[in-house]
């Protein structure tokens, strides 16, 4: 079985993802991520089955995958504290405010970066 090509994205089926055994999953899709936990065939995965479904930001603009950006700098230092939260020292929120400021010259308030983590706050599965 081969992923199905549309686009520059790649459509995998759950059995092709079973297969994969991934430790990790990180979707960009919000209605993915929020009904994954509840469908048994994905349920077999080890990364939903242990609440390691993250979601990716992609509000204003993608934070891993696309555009290509300064946001991908913010999005590897996202996953590095969900992928090893022992070792991360970094504030989400603290972190979101520099990173604006430092490459769009944005000063961010609270509501503002409400919003925007809103997405990169995307709670692990539990």
Known sequence: MTAARRGD???VSPEQVIVAAPEVIVTWDRTFFE?????????QIEAVRKGRVYLSPTAPFGWVDRPPSPN???GLARMAGRFYPERWEGDPREDA???YQTWYQVD???E???RLL???????LS
């Not at 009904?35 to 349920?43: E, N």
């Not at 809103?118 to 692990?124: L, N, S």
């Open 72 to 74: 991908r700098m913010m």
């Open 97 to 99: 405010r520099d990173f």
């Open 9 to 11: 994205w790649f459509r």
């Open 112 to 114: 503002d970066l409400d």
């Open 108 to 110: 961010l308030s609270e």
């Open 35 to 43: 009904r994954v936990r509840d469908d048994p065939l994905w349920g």
């Open 118 to 124: 809103e997405w990169a706050e995307g709670r692990p």
